[in-house]
Structure formats: structure tokens, C-alpha cells
């Protein structure tokens, strides 16, 4: 007993040694050799490792810009990045074991009900389950659940989103691809139902936006932290122009303020980078072979792909889907705080794949009108639903920061507004 | 939330499978002819050809369901020319075919072979769109 009690209490409570052993699992179910099980598993205690270190980097700089944006205009100012939700959760709230088995038990859910349900959806996309088990873990941590229960809990609603997501695009997916062989994996789905929707009002679906010429590429989003940098730079610096030279003097000791606000915003990208590549270290081991394990269970599977699988379908549409949701995510930032929100910044990767593939869905039901209207309007949607977090994030400890995929942020609202009330009776 | 669950119940089953049509062996020949002729044409044909001949000696073999030939010339083709179109949308759908086979047999190797794949084309879009 004293030996269980130990391995629960000093081993199981160290994520980076949960998902190790997670990882060894599947290696093992996975029959590799010795040296493959050996090296998988301690890179992925690595990758932990490295995503740790690139959280403490990003809540560094995140730390010093709600400082500065409160200064400089009195409000919150939240900076939307899913990476930066699930580092704090991992780390600094020290969730990092409860959302590894959480990670775990969507994708057991998922495959339940693909094998023995009708909706034989696989979720293949496993960067997006992480951010799901994170949200699940985060919220069912904050509506009570502790322990086994918060990872059952997590399982099942995950593991059902997991489905149900891909299975309610599907119908517009079919459209697309002309097929029903694949499927939409991607946790930002309600909001291209949302675009869909609004679409299909005000366009009309003949008039496609592929008949139109566009620019080809946005150099500028050649690299996603240069990306990333295009965005942050300019609004750490504005920021710290508004806080004025003597606030911005406490933090950035003999250098001057603004150069500081400049590197702070490149540290926020370092971390982003750093985070990541923790990110990839961990799923390339573990991914593998549990999808390995999905497919061999679900032979008949259709497998729920990351979103670049509709681009090639439409590509007009999704440089129109990110440029509307970009104007989209603009307005709402002015907007939502005169409704007594947060001030929620765009974020520019979200608006480029969420956005583009949003636009797809935009195009395909109501044309180039319907990209167009439904793309601001999608961007107004995925930035109104993450600034509903705000309060419960902020009561939970995480820093100046918001969940971005939409699906995961309804995962959020329903553990908020349902079950939390529901435990409440209990 | 989940109306989905019961929502498609009484639906009508207009959303199954896409059935590819059935190739008489008439058509059937007629497609070899074109094959044969498209082939040879690859070694004359100027750059723009070449990958419109590709794609479709890919589309043909891809009717034929001879997924591994149509494969190498999708594969091919957007060695040549990577920007998007329908040898990228059809190699997804024929590594799923492949995905799929391999799941059957219980392959484990060959699965992930084909999941990797997947992987690299997704990979391939996201950098082709963005420019890179």
C-alpha cells in the first residue's frame, strides 16, 4: 500500500513523468524495440521539460504587458494564444499530470464511440486534443473536480467533441471534398458553422470566390513566429508609449523603456517558439501510436485531419476568410470592452487558420458575399466567446491570456455555466 | 448541443459514400489507350503539360482504382509543381484508401506509413498557402 501511495503521491503528481509513462505505454502497445521505447520516452520528458521552460518565458513577458496595458489605458488587455493557456495550466497551475490523462482518456472516448457508434470519426489532429484536455482539465478543475473524477469527466466531454465536431461539419466537409472519406479535425469548428450560417443569410453560394483573382501568398506569414512578431512588436510598443517612460522605467532597469517593451514582445515569440517545440517533442512520440491503435481498433474510421486538408479545395477563400476575420477580431477588440469585457488583442495565427479554413466554409455557403460578410463576422465570434473566459481565467490564476479554439472555449462555457452550477446543487 | 446525436436518425442516407461510378470494359480499355498516349507524351511535353498530363494520368488511374499508380503520379506532379489543386485534394483521399487497407490487414507499418503521409501533405498545403 505505502508503495502505491508513494508512486501516487511522488511520481503521478510530476506531469513530466506522467507523460512519459503515457508515452512508454504506447510505445509499448506499439511492440518497438527496447532503444525505441528507452529514447521515446525520455524525449517526451524532455519535451515536458521544454514546454515548461517556454511557459516561464511567455508569463514573463505576459506579466510585464498586463502591467503596462492596464497603465496605459485602464483596462485588461488579454492576449489570445492557446499555447500560453496550456503552458500555465501544465505548469505554473501544476495541472500538467491531470491533463496528460486527460489527453489520454479523449482519445479512449474517442475511439469507444467511433467503434461502436455510427460516427466513425478518428481525431487525428493531436495538437488540438492537448488544447482540449487542457480547457477540460482547467474548467473541471474550477467547477470542483478533483482526481479521478476530473479525468473521466474531461474524457468523456472531450472524447465527445472529439466526435461531434467533425460530425457536424461533415455535411458542409462533403460539399468541399465532394467525398465523405475524410473529416474536419479541428477544435474551431463552431465557429465555422458560425460563418456557414451567416453565410448562407446574406450570400449566394453560385457566385464562388474562386472565380476571382487574388494575391497569391502574404510573405509576411512565411514563418509563423515572424508571424507572430509582426503582431506583437507593434502592440507591446504602442503599449508601453501609452504607460509613459516613468512606468515603463521600473521594469527595464538601464535600458530604455521602449527598447524593452520591443524585447519583452520578442521574448513572448521566444516562449511561443520554446513552448512549441515542447508541444512537438511530446506528441510526436505519443501520436503515433495511439492513432496506430485508433486505426487498427476502427479499421473503418474516417480521419479527422488538421485543417490545411481543405485548403487545396478552396485557396481563394481562405486568404479572404483570414484578412475578414482579421477585420473581424479588430472590431471586436474596440468593441467588447464598451459591453464591459476585456479588451481581447487579435490573434494572427488563429485569424490565419481558423479564419482561412472559416472561409471555406463561408464560400461554400453563400459565395464571395457570404466569405466576406460571414469572415468579419467570424471574427467577431471567435473573439466575443474567448473574452467570456476572461473572469473565470483570471479567478483560476492564469496570466493576461485566453483559450483561442472555439470548441474548446464552448468546452469551457459548458463546464462554467452547466456543470458548474449543476455541482453547486450537490 | 449534441442534437446530432438523434438528428440524423430518420434522416434519408443521401450523405453515405460517394459511389464512383462503374467502368465498363470498354471504358476501361479507352482509358489505357489514353494512358498509353499520355506516357509518352510526358517525355516531349513542355513543363505545363507535363504536370496537366500527370494529373491526369493521376485522375485516370485513380478511376481505374489503381490507387498506387495514381498515387506516384500525383506525387509527381506536385514534385513538379506544388501549387494547390486537385492532386493534393486526391492524394489525401487515396492514402486514406491505402490508411484504410493497411488498417484491415492490421499493418502497422504500412498505417503509419500512410499517416505520415497524410501528415506530409497537410504539411506541404500549409506551406504552400503561406508561401514558403
Given amino acids: 500500500m505505502s508503495i502505491i501511495n508513494f508512486i501516487i503521491e511522488n511520481i503521478l503528481t510530476q506531469a513530466s513523468i506522467t507523460i512519459a509513462l503515457i508515452a512508454l505505454l504506447g510505445l509499448v502497445l506499439q511492440k518497438k524495440s527496447f532503444g525505441q521505447i528507452i529514447s521515446g520516452t525520455f524525449k517526451t520528458l524532455l519535451g515536458f521539460q521544454v514546454l515548461s521552460a517556454g511557459s516561464s518565458i511567455i508569463v514573463g513577458s505576459l506579466i510585464y504587458f498586463g502591467k503596462i496595458f492596464t497603465q496605459g489605458f485602464g483596462m485588461q488587455g488579454i492576449i489570445p494564444s492557446i499555447e500560453a493557456i496550456n503552458g500555465q495550466a501544465m505548469n505554473e497551475l501544476g495541472l500538467g499530470s491531470q491533463i496528460a490523462f486527460t489527453f489520454l482518456a479523449i482519445f479512449i472516448v474517442n475511439i469507444v464511440i467511433a467503434r461502436f457508434t455510427k460516427w466513425k470519426y478518428i481525431f487525428l489532429t493531436g495538437q488540438a486534443i492537448l488544447w482540449m484536455s487542457t480547457m477540460c482539465t482547467a474548467f473541471g478543475y474550477f467547477a470542483g473536480f478533483r482526481g479521478l473524477t476530473l479525468i473521466i469527466v474531461g474524457g468523456v466531454i472531450g472524447g465527445i467533441f472529439a466526435v461531434a465536431m467533425p460530425a457536424i461539419a461533415q455535411p458542409f466537409v462533403r460539399k468541399i471534398t465532394g467525398s465523405n472519406d475524410i473529416a474536419l479535425g479541428h477544435f474551431c469548428t463552431i465557429g465555422y458553422l458560425f460563418e456557414a450560417w451567416v453565410a448562407k443569410l446574406v450570400g449566394d453560394p453560385s457566385k464562388s470566390v474562386e472565380d476571382v483573382k487574388l494575391p497569391k501568398s502574404f510573405e509576411f506569414l512565411q514563418d509563423t513566429y515572424l508571424s507572430v512578431m509582426v503582431v506583437m512588436v507593434p502592440l507591446y510598443l504602442v503599449t508601453a508609449f501609452f504607460a509613459g517612460p516613468e512606468f515603463g522605467a521600473q521594469f527595464s532597469g538601464n535600458a530604455n523603456y521602449l527598447v524593452h517593451a520591443f524585447l519583452q514582445a520578442i521574448q513572448f515569440v521566444v516562449g511561443v517558439y520554446v513552448l512549441l517545440s515542447g508541444v512537438r517533442l511530446i506528441l510526436a512520440e505519443i501520436v503515433p501510436a495511439f492513432r496506430g491503435i485508433a486505426m487498427k481498433l476502427v479499421p473503418d474510421a474516417i480521419p479527422a485531419l488538421d485543417c490545411p486538408v481543405l485548403f487545396a479545395y478552396s485557396p481563394n477563400a481562405v486568404i479572404v476568410g483570414f484578412i475578414t476575420t482579421t477585420i473581424g477580431t479588430v472590431i471586436a477588440m474596440f468593441a467588447l470592452p464598451s459591453f464591459g469585457l476585456a479588451m481581447i488583442l487579435p490573434g494572427m495565427l488563429t485569424n490565419f487558420f481558423a479564419g482561412g479554413t472559416a472561409g471555406i466554409f463561408g464560400n461554400v455557403a453563400g459565395g464571395k458575399r457570404g466569405a466576406i460578410i460571414g469572415g468579419i463576422a467570424h471574427g467577431i465570434f471567435i473573439t466575443l466567446l474567448p473574452a467570456l473566459l476572461i473572469t473565470i481565467l483570471n479567478s483560476l490564476g492564469f496570466v493576461n491570456a485566453t483559450a483561442t479554439d472555439v470548441d474548446t472555449v464552448a468546452a469551457a462555457l459548458l463546464y462554467a455555466w452547466i456543470i458548474t452550477p449543476l455541482m453547486g446543487l450537490f | ?132
Fill in chain 2, 1 to 132: 448541443m449534441f442534437s446530432f446525436l438523434t438528428k440524423k436518425k430518420g434522416k434519408k442516407d443521401n450523405e453515405s459514400e460517394i459511389k464512383e461510378p462503374v467502368i465498363n470494359e470498354e471504358q476501361k480499355n479507352e482509358l489505357y489507350k489514353q494512358i498509353k498516349e499520355l506516357e509518352e507524351n510526358l517525355l516531349i511535353s513542355s513543363a505545363e503539360d507535363r504536370i496537366k498530363s500527370l494529373n491526369t494520368l493521376g485522375d485516370i488511374f485513380f478511376q481505374l482504382q489503381e490507387t498506387d499508380q495514381a498515387i506516384q503520379y500525383y506525387e509527381k506532379s506536385i514534385e513538379e509543381n506544388r501549387t494547390l489543386g486537385k492532386a493534393y485534394t486526391n492524394l489525401v483521399k487515396l492514402y486514406n484508401i491505402k490508411r484504410k487497407e493497411a488498417a484491415w490487414a492490421k499493418d502497422d507499418e504500412k498505417l503509419q506509413h500512410y499517416l505520415n503521409k497524410m501528415d506530409m501533405l497537410l504539411k506541404m498545403t500549409k506551406d504552400e498557402i503561406r508561401g514558403l
